[in-house]
């Protein structure tokens, strides 16, 4: 029975006063019995409510009493124990040290920390953090710029076969200079445009580590120190990686050089440990390196230029550095440049560190810096073996220039000395039988040449031109900006065999195909209707002759490389398939030229690497490897992640890559490239010229090795493409001329001694879908018939036998600020690319992009281009 249904206790004496007692302590209905009353130790719990002073508090009904145990003032509450419910806490057996959670508080009070706890937390917690900074404070040692120049080592660099190549890096490039060896123009050049109050400031920026910290934790871009003291320390003390460790090292040396080092030690070290560029390393390797003179004569407008390489040398060095990126071109890094340095001597004007007669003689003129040099070890062909592998390693890690350039790894290349020594001797054999220096148009003609294992990707060979010790300094062999013509006509073949075009409802179409082959014809839009120039007069595209071919097969077009059936031929299969297979083919998006009717004719300007990767494609049945210059890197004698051979992929399907591969067989044994029958052996490929006979290719392989070859003339002051009609004493320059010679005489070198496995036999492909107005094929006729019929007699007029089919979806014209449709070229067809400073390919850095996600715009509409000669 419940405690409030017990009948409360008689009294023990007699009288009124016990009569009245007993009434006012028994029960009324269900009213519960005062503490006590029943004698039991239940009833003296010490949980319950007392009233004020001290005495038993009585309910009037079991609602009151059990709201005062929702209060904690009941029984109930009491035997609920602490801890439970609402109710309070019982009193601990001994006083606790943490007070938590409170004793004798209700509710939420009991869960709110006292002032006492956090202010003794706040005090442990600081007390803490005093301590450990006192221990790494007493730890770290104060650098010195000699750590720095100790630890300088060279890179090594070994051939495919582990031999070393060449060892090179900064380790003989720098000097300290003491202060006063440094013009105080330079000193405050820094201080103006890095730290104005380097003098004043205690070493350190807390905001710019916390913001570095706060960019390392969300995974965003991380920031060194922006006071000069913290980016000596981190030159000539720390690694470059970028971590939260090696922030708050970085902030207790920095600290530590503040108090220890004066502020003039401390800038002399900054100067002689910071990166300027070029592989030097201080301002006194810096002086010597870009104006040839100590570091003490240098002038206000030349330190306030070297000031400016400190933002980042592969951006301001006005010499450029495409081999790092592409966008570093010389006149991008002039502009940049130009700008900095003239900044900084207004900063220092502004400082008063420049008087006004100092300031205007300073920004009179820029202080153009000299050329660059070739180091130790890079010459010939080296220089450009270390550029690409270079470019692949950054490309590849997380190592920044400035630290491979402090050298200490070892790179392992896929580069086969044999196959480099056999091109380099190929191109100079053939140019020294062909062209004369003395001659004017023969001046300035340049080579560029790469060599791919197909269904692999490993770069053998490549020349980049005269060496680094003959001022060459562009890679050829990897350097955008080159169109390559003709030898883009495989790509339009290919996209027709695979896609179809918009007569075929997707089927492919066969190489038997008729197209007109005549010159000067109007090219048609899917709709009918003929693509127009920019004045809306009508586009007619020329081949190199006005040969009377007639409606020839794409098979025979390809042969003798006529231009019509293919521009044709790309409109009508759209050109963003066209762009499509190139790129899974492994040509980089970012060379591809607008999608107008020129576009099948090759006004893209891949590099010599990428066309003999992608040509390695056909090579390997269809299967696509990115091209590779590394294999791998060591450093401290741990190999670095992120250097796997890449994986291969399927380009396209295994018979189209084998239909193209007999196409370009026949290219040599009856067409443009029959110079390349004296290699002796099986092999296919294509030959280019374009427009103006600005440049030549050609690119060619077997299954064991692709390789592509470019020649061009190149103005060395603009960077502008010259054209070669007369160089060598011939009217014009072909990619079936000298640049087939050169391959020639390379892959009888490069595959003396191997098997000739030939090419797998290429499947009937495809429907013969003819062009406008092809007279209809005779379903039993033979190739070699069908090629017997291919005759220049005159060929029907497209208006007046043809019918014009249902215009697809596929015939947009430019998007607006679309970059890639070239809807401002003149009327010669755009061929010019601007020369090889339109920018650096990646050496096979990049993978190829997914053509599926390009977001290429597909017109196949002309954009005011007349498409030029690509014969």
């Known amino acids: 029975m419940s405690e409030h249904r017990r009948k409360p206790p008689q009294p023990q004496g007699g009288g009124r006063a016990a009569a009245r007692r007993g009434q ?71 006083k606790r040290i943490i007070d938590y959670p409170r004793y004798g508080k209700d509710g939420w009070r009991r869960w709110t920390p006292s002032w006492k706890l956090v202010s003794g937390l706040c005090i442990g917690f600081f007390g803490s953090l005093v301590a450990v900074a006192g221990i790494g404070y007493a730890m770290v040692s104060v650098p010195s710029e000699e750590n720095a120049l100790a630890r300088s080592e060279n890179n090594v660099y070994y051939w495919e076969d582990g031999t070393q190549m060449v060892a090179t890096g900064s380790g003989q490039n720098r000097q300290n200079v003491t202060i006063d060896r440094i013009p105080e123009a330079m000193q405050w050049a820094v201080i103006s445009a890095e730290n104005k109050s380097f003098y004043d400031d205690s070493g350190i920026d807390p905001m710019g580590i916390a913001r570095a910290l706060g960019n390392m934790a ?40 503040g108090t220890k080092l004066s502020k003039q030690d401390i800038l002399q070290g900054y100067l002689n440990t910071s990166y300027y560029g070029r592989g030097a390393y201080g301002i006194q390797a810096a002086a010597q390196t870009y104006y040839g003179k100590d570091a003490v004569k240098l002038s206000p407008s030349e330190c306030a230029f070297l000031a400016a390489l400190l933002k980042g040398p592969t951006y301001y060095d006005p010499a450029g550095n495409q081999s790092l990126d592409s966008t570093a071109t010389p006149e991008k890094n002039r502009e940049r440049s130009e700008e900095r340095w003239g900044w900084i001597l207004e900063q220092m004007h502004a400082d008063e560190h420049l008087s006004d007669a100092k300031y205007q003689e300073a920004i009179k003129k820029y202080p153009e810096p000299q050329g660059r040099k070739a180091t130790k070890g890079m010459t010939g062909q080296v220089s450009y073996l270390v550029d690409t592998a270079k470019r692949y390693v950054l490309k590849n890690s997380d190592i920044s220039e400035a630290q491979f350039d402090q050298g200490g790894y070892q790179i392992y290349t896929t580069f086969e000395k044999s196959k480099v020594d056999a091109l380099a001797k190929a191109v100079k054999k053939v140019e020294k039988e062909n062209i004369d220096p003395k001659r004017e148009l023969d001046q300035h003609v340049q080579f560029g040449a790469a060599s791919v294992k197909p269904n692999d990707g490993a770069i053998v060979a490549l020349y980049g031109g005269a060496g680094f010790e003959n001022d060459h300094f562009n890679n050829n062999a990897d350097t955008s900006g080159i169109p390559v013509g003709s030898t883009w006509k495989p790509f339009v073949l290919a996209a027709a065999m695979e896609h179809g075009t918009y007569k075929t409802n997707g089927e492919g179409v066969s190489p038997q195909s008729k197209y007109n ?40 077009a390809m042969e003798q490389s006529v231009n019509t059936p293919f521009v044709q031929l790309g409109m009508d299969v759209g050109m963003k398939n066209v762009a499509s297979v190139a790129e899974k083919s492994g040509i980089l998006k970012d060379s591809l030229a607008g999608l107008n009717a020129s576009f099948a004719l090759g006004t893209s300007t891949p590099s010599a690497i990428r066309m003999a990767d992608a040509y390695a494609t056909f090579a390997a049945s269809g299967k696509q490897a990115d091209p590779y210059s590394v294999t791998a890197v060591k450093h401290k004698g741990s190999e670095l992640p992120g250097f796997e051979k890449p994986r291969v992929k399927l380009g ?3 018979n189209v890559a084998h239909n193209v591969t007999a196409t370009l067989e026949n290219v040599i044994e009856n067409g443009t490239g029959y110079h390349a029958k004296d290699l002796g052996r099986r092999a296919a490929g294509k030959t280019g010229t374009t427009d103006e006979n600005k440049s030549a290719w050609w690119v060619g392989y077997t299954q064991q090795l692709s390789t592509s070859v470019a020649m061009f003339r190149e103005d060395p002051k603009s960077h502008k493409l010259l054209s070669m009609n007369g160089t060598a004493g011939k009217d014009s320059i072909h990619g079936g001329d000298i640049p087939t010679e050169i391959w020639t005489e390379y892959m009888k070198a490069a595959l003396k001694g191997q098997d000739d496995p030939g090419f797998p036999e290429a499947e009937k492909i495809g429907e013969i879908a003819d062009g406008i107005g092809a007279p209809s094929p005779t379903p039993t006729a033979t190739e070699t018939e069908e090629e017997k019929e291919e005759t220049p007699s005159a060929p029907p007029s497209p208006t007046e036998t043809e019918t014009i089919p249902a215009p697809p979806t596929e015939t947009s014209t430019c998007r607006p600020l679309d970059f890639r449709c070239d809807d401002d070229e003149d009327d010669t067809g755009g061929s010019d690319a601007g020369g090889t400073d339109a920018g650096g390919t990646d050496g096979g850095a990049t993978s190829s992009p997914d053509p599926t996600e390009s977001g290429d715009p597909g017109a196949s509409r002309g954009n005011g281009n007349n498409g030029g000669i690509f014969g």
Do not use: C
């Open 218 to 257: 969300t995974g965003g871009d991380t920031q060194g120190g922006s006071t000069i003291t913290q980016q000596f320390v981190k030159n000539t003390y720390l690694t470059q990686e970028q971590t939260v460790s090696r922030k708050f090292k970085e902030m207790f040396i920095s600290i530590k050089v």
């Open 24 to 94: 006012s302590g028994s029960s009324s209905g269900r009213r519960a019995a005062p503490r006590g009353a029943t004698g039991s130790a239940s009833d003296s719990h010490g949980s319950e409510s007392r009233g004020s002073g001290g005495e038993d508090r009585t309910y009037g009904s079991r609602a009151e009493a059990r709201r005062a145990v929702q209060r904690g003032g009941g029984r109930r509450a009491g035997a609920a124990g602490p801890g439970r419910g609402g109710g309070r806490a019982a009193p601990p057996d001994r």
């Open 517 to 556: 082959g005549d010159d000067h014809l109007k090219i048609r839009n899917n709709d009918g209707s003929y693509v127009l120039k920019k004045d809306n007069t009508p586009f007619f595209q020329e081949n190199e002759s006005d040969y009377p071919w007639g409606y020839i097969t794409l098979h025979k």
């Open 652 to 654: 396209m399907p295994e």
